[in-house]
């Protein structure tokens, strides 16, 4: 099945340790974001890449990258995590293809990050 | 600025019996207009997607209706089961970004047995 997958399910990273965390989707959609999401709170989008394309939101923090090396995968660079940065990342998807309807995105099911 | 504000924050019910979740958006003109079902430590899943033309979407034992004159929609569930207990997420695509969704906080469902 066509799908948006997300490695690790969870993974835990000390105070200021770098960690990586991926996407990856067997959609072929041109569209990948990632969004934080923390307890009881609506996901906030970070950013998107549109094919190579990087998009950034204003208010995401330095502390986070991405990096997109071809259509299918799409990692999450947290440079120095503070306790902060403790939150479900969703990675998704989307085909700009969407007409007046507008884009559908696809969700993966999500990393849980823990900061110790 | 676009808001999306569900209510309630939080409703517990029966299993077997129904509820009503609303949404109220300011976002305008929007593309469309669709619920989540998010599992606990789980991604959104897409239940209904509505375009702003539609009043009424359907999924199984999920109806999604969309009033756009009062910038309203509401999502009821019949016959609730337990796997019904999730979080439930009001979503609004504005025409201008097709990238940047506007997402309310969602309502947590709980079904007891």
């Known amino acids: 099945d066509a799908m948006v997958i997300q490695n690790p399910r969870y993974q835990v990273t000390q105070f200021g340790k770098p960690v990586t965390l991926s996407c990856s989707q067997t959609?072929?959609?041109?569209?990948m974001y990632w969004y934080q999401q923390k307890s009881s709170q609506a996901p906030k989008l970070l950013f998107h890449?549109?094919?190579?394309?990087?998009?950034n939101e204003a208010d995401t923090p330095d502390n986070f990258q991405s990096r997109r090396p071809n259509t299918s995968f799409c990692f999450l660079d947290i440079r120095s995590p503070g306790l902060g940065d403790a939150a479900m990342y969703l990675c998704?998807?989307?085909?700009?293809?969407?007409?007046?309807?507008?884009?559908?995105?696809?969700f993966g099911p999500g990393t849980r990050l823990t900061v110790t | 600025k676009n808001q999306v504000e569900q209510s309630p924050q939080s409703l517990i019910i029966l299993e077997g019996k129904n509820c009503t979740l609303q949404?109220?958006?300011?976002?305008?003109?929007?593309?469309?207009l669709r619920w989540y079902k998010q599992d606990t430590g789980r991604g959104p899943v897409s239940l209904t997607i509505?375009?702003?033309?539609?009043n009424t979407k359907s999924n199984g034992r999920y109806t999604a209706t969309l009033d756009a004159d009062t910038k309203q929609s509401s999502l009821h569930i019949t016959a609730s089961q337990l796997s019904d207990s999730a979080s439930y997420i009001c979503?609004?695509?504005?025409?201008?970004?097709?990238?940047?969704?506007?997402f309310g906080a969602g309502t947590t469902v709980t079904v007891r047995a």
């Open positions: 998704a998807t989307s085909d700009p293809r969407g007409g007046l309807a507008g884009v559908e995105q696809y």
């Open positions: 959609l072929n959609h041109n569209v």
């Open positions: 890449y549109y094919d190579k394309d990087f998009n």
């Open positions: 949404c109220n958006y300011t976002v305008s003109p929007f593309s469309n």
């Open positions: 509505m375009t702003f033309s539609e």
């Open positions: 979503v609004v695509n504005p025409r201008e970004d097709d990238y940047k969704l506007s």
